[in-house]
């Protein structure tokens, strides 16, 4: 994929409200390294912790607060890297503030506020844009490509799965309710935007069932059976308590197409497969920086005044499915 952009004057001036582990190690040196981006200001609620950290960002300012980095008017747009249940109120201050957001998943804690989201960065003229950084792949965009030319017939199957386990660090924000933890938000969120991506729509019907261990804030794992319409059907999982685990499987009436490891590569070659009848052929992709491409295409669309490459509305869909997706499980979510 080539850089969207490559003159410094067209740089993108990013502010990333927070310091949370993602921002730090996967989107902010993505941000150093696009071709389109420079990161000019950091907050966090500890000044001295932002202070610290754009200590090696020449030129960059801290601030001790996220309302004080929305009023710089140097900040173009901002990436929020925080708890999943704040997101609403920050990607709305941001819109209103003029900055264009990208804000990671899952964007809204609910379909009505994903929507109220998306409502308010329209009206104030900003993009925003769900962070699946994984959509940005050159893998992904192949490998969904090759089903959409029929590569493996018609689709009647997706099986993926993403999980790892968190026992271990019962303080992990992704277990507390009120910041909008589980399993399903954080990751089967990405198999289900797989399952979405290959179909090109929604879920019509759901069955579900999700694990709430006895003292647990959260379900710690989830699987989700779903019916896309005319036989197509999806079978996802999400899991905190099983060993680490990712894949994807898209299965035809001609033959099937699998990722090995679809959603956290890292910057290690993939492989994608293709298996019809006795035949199998692989495609391998040298190892990218997912995040620096998804913050070089955002940065593209805030340029050319374009809508992202995952637009709003695919936000709005993802959130319907996860809301059907808790109801089919019968599941009171967030347990607060």
């Known amino acids: 994929m080539s850089d969207p952009i490559q003159t410094p004057s067209a740089s993108v001036r990013w502010g990333i409200l927070g310091v949370a582990r993602i921002g730090m190690r996967a989107l902010l040196p993505a941000m150093q390294a696009a071709s389109n981006a420079r990161v000019v200001a950091l907050a966090s609620r500890d000044q001295a912790r932002a202070e610290a950290t754009v200590a090696e960002l020449p030129g960059a300012r801290a601030y001790g607060g996220y309302e004080a980095l929305l009023e710089d008017p140097e900040v173009e747009a901002v990436y929020i890297p925080l708890p999943n249940g704040l997101h609403a109120e920050w990607v709305t201050r941001a819109a209103a503030a003029g900055k264009h957001v990208l804000c990671e998943k899952t964007l809204g804690m609910s379909p009505e506020e994903t929507r109220a989201m998306v409502d308010a960065c329209?009206?104030?003229?900003?993009?925003?844009?769900?962070?699946?950084?994984?959509?940005?792949?050159?893998?992904?965009?192949?490998?969904?490509?090759?089903?959409?030319?029929?590569?493996?017939?018609?689709?009647?199957?997706?099986?993926?799965?993403?999980?790892?386990?968190?026992?271990?660090?019962?303080?992990?924000?992704?277990?507390?309710?009120?910041?909008?933890?589980?399993?399903?938000?954080?990751?089967?969120?990405?198999?289900?935007?797989?399952?979405?991506?290959?179909?090109?729509?929604?879920?019509?019907?759901?069955?579900?069932?999700?694990?709430?261990?006895?003292?647990?804030?959260?379900?710690?794992?989830?699987?989700?059976?779903?019916?896309?319409?005319?036989?197509?059907?999806?079978?996802?999982?999400?899991?905190?308590?099983?060993?680490?685990?990712?894949?994807?499987?898209v299965v035809g009436d001609r033959g099937r197409l699998l990722i090995a490891n679809p959603y956290t590569p890292g910057q290690n070659e993939t492989v994608v497969r293709i298996e019809r009848d006795d035949e199998a052929v692989e495609r391998r992709f040298e190892g990218v920086d997912q995040y620096r491409l998804e913050v070089e295409r955002f940065g593209a669309a805030i340029r050319a005044g374009t809508p992202p490459f995952l637009p709003p509305g695919d936000a709005i869909e993802q959130a319907d499915a996860l809301a059907a997706i808790y109801a089919a499980a019968d599941y009171a979510w967030p347990r607060v």
């Open 122 to 249: 329209e009206r104030a003229g900003v993009l925003l844009m769900e962070a699946f950084m994984y959509r940005h792949h050159p893998q992904i965009e192949w490998a969904l490509a090759q089903v959409a030319a029929g590569r493996v017939g018609r689709v009647q199957l997706v099986r993926s799965g993403f999980g790892f386990d968190i026992s271990s660090r019962p303080d992990d924000i992704r277990l507390k309710a009120a910041l909008g933890g589980g399993s399903l938000l954080d990751v089967g969120c990405y198999p289900l935007n797989f399952a979405r991506a290959v179909y090109g729509r929604g879920p019509v019907s759901v069955a579900a069932r999700v694990v709430v261990p006895a003292g647990s804030e959260v379900e710690r794992s989830v699987v989700a059976a779903l019916d896309f319409g005319q036989g197509q059907l999806a079978l996802i999982d999400g899991d905190f308590v099983a060993p680490r685990h990712a894949f994807a499987e």
